[in-house]
Every structure is written in C-alpha cells, then in structure tokens.
C-alpha cells in the first residue's frame, strides 16, 4: 500500500538551501516537497494556485521583507496552513516572536536533518515544536513574568525587530543593509523607528540597549 504524502512548501532565498532540504525531505516516505519560492510574493502566488500543501518551512530573513510579516499574509489567505521557521538566527532571540507571529514551531539551520524531519512531522500533527532547551525557557519566561504588561520591544515590526538583533549583535547600518539585502536609507529608518518606540535618545543608547538585550536572551 502507498502512503499519502504531505506537501511541503520551502521558503527560503538560497536556492542551494533549497536543494539540500528538498533532497533530505524527498528521501522520507510520508513527505515531499511539492513546491519552492525564493521570497513571500512568490510563495504566495503558489498558494493562490494551490490548495494542497500541507505545511511550509520559511526562512525568518527573506529579503525585502521578513519572514514574521510573510506569515502574516500567508495565514490571511490559508488560516490554518501550518508554518514551521527554518533559521540560522538564535531561537532564544526568535522563537518566541515566530510562535506569536503564529507558527508552530522554529529549527534552527545548524539542527542535524533528523531534528528537523522530526519538527516537520510534530507540526503536521498540530503540535508545537522547539529545542528542549527552548521550551524550558520560554515556560521560565512565563512564570517570571507573571502579569507583567507587554514589554515595549513587542512593539516594533518583524522587520525593526531583525534590525535591533543585527544591532546587537555588533553589525552597522551599511552591514545591516547587505545581510537585510534592503537600503542603508531603510534600515536608518528602522533605526530611528526603534529608538523612538524604545524610548531611547541616540544611536548610541541604542546600541547599548540592543547588546544588553541580546545577551539577556542567551
């Protein structure tokens, strides 16, 4: 007897990426990958056209814009397509921020094949996914924050959220721009957009805010 096979949609920029994934997926008898896109328009198009896939891996940095705004539109037109994150950004940074942007779970790229065959598999059943190490954290976040009010940095877009990470993580406006692959005129932008819902004063408040926040999520 022939097993049905889930779909599974890859969203990722890096083609090569891509190919790798699609080759470890292709090899498993309950899944295949029915169709690539290199960025959320064309991901979206392919959704428009076909109502089959079962699940879809997205990446969180696409370019032109973020992949924690590409679910958005993809949920707007599939409500309950589930979403799995594939990243090489630190899930104690993202994962919490991808699960309330409504995905059912985050691997991180540098994860063995095995883990993220797994991850695919739980997310199709309708469960969460995280490392373990993950999930213990964000139940301790819960507990320790209790009734506390939203803290401001859940305020700022998918998009200022990337650039403050990159901030953090010691990169300039110029270095930002080619990792984002968007203007140096956007990410100043963003900057000063950041600043202002942080209440910070200046570039360098900024900075500091940023680097203390990345090593606070470590």
């Not at 089959?52 to 940095?61: A, F, K, N, P, R």
């Amino acid at each position: 007897m022939s097993t049905k096979k889930s779909k599974v949609m890859l969203v990722d920029d890096h083609a090569m990426l891509r190919h790798g994934l699609a080759m470890l997926i292709n090899m498993e008898p309950d899944m295949e990958v029915f169709a690539e896109a290199g960025d959320g328009t064309e991901a979206l198009e392919i959704l428009k056209k076909n109502n089959s896939i079962d699940i879809i891996l997205l990446d969180v940095t696409l370019k032109t814009v973020s992949g924690l705004e590409v679910i958005k539109s993809i949920h707007a037109l599939v409500p309950d397509l589930p979403v799995l994150f594939i990243s090489m950004h630190d899930e104690s940074v993202y994962a919490e921020r991808a699960l309330r942007a409504g995905a059912l779970g985050y691997v991180m790229k540098q994860e063995p094949g095995e883990v993220l065959l797994d991850a695919i598999r739980k997310v199709l059943k309708g469960n969460v996914f995280l490392s373990k190490q993950m999930h213990e954290k964000l139940l301790k976040r819960m507990v320790m924050k209790g009734a506390e009010p939203e803290h401001l940095i859940n305020t700022l877009t998918p998009s200022e959220f990337e650039v403050l990470h990159l901030i953090g993580q010691g990169h300039n406006s110029h270095e930002i721009s080619k990792l984002l692959c968007r203007s140096v005129k956007t990410i100043e932008t963003h900057r000063f957009n950041i600043r202002t819902k942080l209440n910070l004063k200046d570039g360098a408040d900024l900075i500091r805010y940023a680097t203390r926040w990345i090593s606070e999520q470590q």
